[in-house]
């Protein structure tokens, strides 16, 4: 427990076109721990989608490192899964079971049989045992969110990538799906890297929070979150006061 899982070290991202080039994140450093909820927070356009895809391997540094367990990030890998904000992130035409059990076949490890009893297992785990052969399409977004949750789990990655996961869900959903996700991590302690906008969502999900500046993002400040209720407010100003100051 607590060894340093995913090194960030000095991460420039750059977005080069033709005409010009965008820098959206500044050598952004920061060290993600195994059982670590971590969470990048910072205001839109700040490059926190960006450098969750670099460490999804989908984007490349211009400077610096990712290392994930000793090994620079060179590429995808079932070792990271994503979950994006948007419902149209399964595939339609395969029902919830299908969707989970696809990602499971194509790493050619398991066979149908264990494929299948695992996507079982997250899919109750995420609380739609009784969804299992429905189409995405007769799901509301928050049953497509568990769906994408599940499918994540179900890959056992080393680190699970959230981008806003739950950002285009209605605030009740909203505050459900964080805390079922707290649930789900108390039982599997995974490790979690996630993307939020939201102050608040990022103290609830939170053990560490990395507060970025505005386009291009810099690390502001690194801190713990808190469980208490009494000290939530307080560091909500805090972490406020860092990011409007
Ligand atoms: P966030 O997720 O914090 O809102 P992003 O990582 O999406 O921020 O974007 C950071 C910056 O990079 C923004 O200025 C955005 O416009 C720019 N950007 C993102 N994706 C691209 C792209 N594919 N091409 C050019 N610029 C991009
Ligand atoms: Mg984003």
Same mark, same amino acid.
């Given at each position: 427990? *607590?060894?340093?899982?995913? %090194?960030?070290?000095?991460?420039?991202?750059?977005?080069?076109?033709?005409?010009?080039?965008?820098?959206?994140?500044?050598? /952004?450093?920061?060290?993600? #721990?195994?059982?670590?909820? @971590? /969470?990048?927070?910072?205001?839109?356009?700040?490059?926190?989608?960006?450098?969750?895809?670099? /460490?999804?391997?989908?984007?490349?540094?211009?400077?610096?490192?990712?290392?994930?367990?000793? #090994?620079?990030?060179?590429? !995808?890998? !079932?070792?990271?899964? =994503?979950?994006?904000?948007? @419902?149209?992130?399964?595939?339609? $035409?395969?029902?919830?079971?299908? *969707?989970?059990?696809?990602?499971?076949?194509?790493?050619?490890?398991?066979?149908?049989?264990?494929?299948?009893?695992?996507?079982?297992?997250?899919?109750?785990?995420?609380?739609?045992?009784?969804?299992?052969?429905?189409?995405?399409?007769?799901? +509301?977004?928050?049953?497509?969110?568990?769906?994408?949750?599940?499918?994540? =789990?179900?890959?056992?990655?080393?680190?699970?990538?959230?981008?806003?996961? @739950?950002?285009?869900?209605?605030?009740?959903?909203?505050?459900?799906?964080?805390?079922?996700?707290?649930?789900? $991590?108390?039982?599997?302690?995974?490790?979690?890297?996630?993307?939020?906008? +939201?102050? *608040?969502?990022?103290?609830?999900?939170?053990?560490?929070?990395?507060?970025?500046?505005? #386009?291009?993002?810099? /690390?502001?400040?690194?801190? *713990?979150?808190? %469980?208490?209720?009494?000290?939530?407010?307080?560091?909500?100003?805090?972490?406020?006061?860092?990011?409007?100051?």
């Amino acid at each position: 427990m *607590n060894e340093t899982l995913l %090194d960030v070290r000095g991460v420039t991202l750059q977005y080069k076109t033709t005409q010009s080039v965008v820098t959206a994140t500044h050598r /952004v450093s920061f060290s993600v #721990h195994s059982g670590d909820r @971590f /969470v990048l927070l910072g205001p839109s356009g700040c490059g926190k989608s960006s450098l969750l895809k670099a /460490v999804g391997g989908y984007l490349p540094t211009t400077e610096g490192d990712i290392m994930l367990n000793g #090994h620079r990030v060179t590429g !995808p890998g !079932p070792d990271r899964m =994503m979950v994006f904000q948007e @419902f149209d992130q399964l595939l339609p $035409w395969k029902t919830v079971i299908q *969707n989970v059990v696809f990602p499971l076949l194509a790493t050619g490890r398991l066979s149908r049989k264990e494929a299948t009893e695992k996507a079982r297992h997250y899919i109750n785990m995420v609380g739609l045992t009784r969804a299992v052969d429905a189409y995405p399409h007769t799901l +509301s977004g928050g049953m497509k969110q568990r769906v994408a949750i599940a499918r994540g =789990m179900a890959m056992e990655p080393k680190i699970l990538l959230m981008d806003e996961p @739950f950002a285009a869900l209605d605030a009740l959903t909203r505050r459900t799906m964080q805390d079922e996700l707290l649930r789900l $991590w108390d039982d599997t302690r995974f490790t979690v890297l996630f993307v939020t906008h +939201s102050i *608040n969502e990022a103290i609830r999900i939170g053990t560490r929070i990395l507060l970025l500046s505005p #386009h291009p993002g810099q /690390v502001r400040a690194e801190m *713990n979150s808190t %469980d208490d209720p009494a000290r939530i407010g307080e560091l909500e100003t805090q972490i406020h006061d860092l990011l409007f100051a």
